[in-house]
């Protein structure tokens, strides 16, 4: 029986056998059992890390001590309101840092807590605590953008619109068209994208 622990770009956090590229990191969010209750994050920090870490083998629900969460690739994690971890994953963190600055015309990269503020700001909705979402026109949405077509989350990439699940991004569909569609992705993430930040994208993607 999988855990509750693998994240979709919408923000909730599912028991699926799917597999995936990246790991992360909210906090401790499990009980005892390894089930999950109301709680979706304990910290503001909503990292996403490497699976492998120097060959580290870990209990993905130990007691007390954090949550492991598994995204399908970096545009999920991003979707959902991550940010690549400083540590185990130091030279994409500067990367995504240095776009977050070239981005907002920032003279140095912000720290960390900074970033996790704003991202916070962007990606819930204080009332619900469900994602907040916002609209945006597709043709000026960047690579590595996701959002919610049809009912279903999407990447967007190459002026293409890849249909998302857990076997893989499917055969590209573009809306013929200018349209305005709903983008899952929070702003502070886009414009991370649009300055140039490449997030690490399943194969399947490459592939369509």
């Not at 209990?59 to 690549?84: I, K, N, Q, S, Y």
């Not at 009912?151 to 990439?157: H, I, Q, S, Y």
């Amino acid at each position: 029986m999988p855990l509750q622990n693998r994240v979709l770009p919408t923000q909730e956090i599912v028991a699926d056998a799917g597999r995936g590229l990246l790991m992360g990191n909210r906090g401790t969010i499990h009980h005892p059992d390894r089930t999950l209750g109301a709680t979706r994050w304990r910290s503001k920090a909503w990292i996403c890390c490497v699976l492998d870490w120097k060959g580290v083998q870990r209990d993905p629900m130990p007691p007390g001590r954090w949550t492991a969460l598994f995204f399908f690739d970096e545009a999920v994690a991003l979707a959902a309101g991550h940010r690549p971890c400083a540590y185990c994953r130091r030279r994409d963190y500067l990367l995504y840092a240095g776009a977050w600055a070239a981005g907002r015309g920032l003279p140095e990269r912000p720290r960390a807590t900074a970033m996790d503020a704003q991202l916070h700001l962007e990606r819930v909705e204080p009332r619900t605590r469900q994602q907040r979402t916002t609209i945006a026109e597709l043709d000026e949405l960047p690579d590595g953008a996701m959002i919610r077509l049809d009912g279903r989350p999407a990447l967007v990439l190459d002026g293409k619109v890849l249909g998302w699940s857990w076997e893989g991004y499917n055969t590209p569909a573009r809306p013929a068209g200018p349209r305005e569609v709903e983008v899952l992705t929070p702003p502070a993430n886009l414009l991370v994208l649009k300055a140039g930040f490449a997030p690490l994208l399943h194969p399947t993607a490459i592939g369509n």
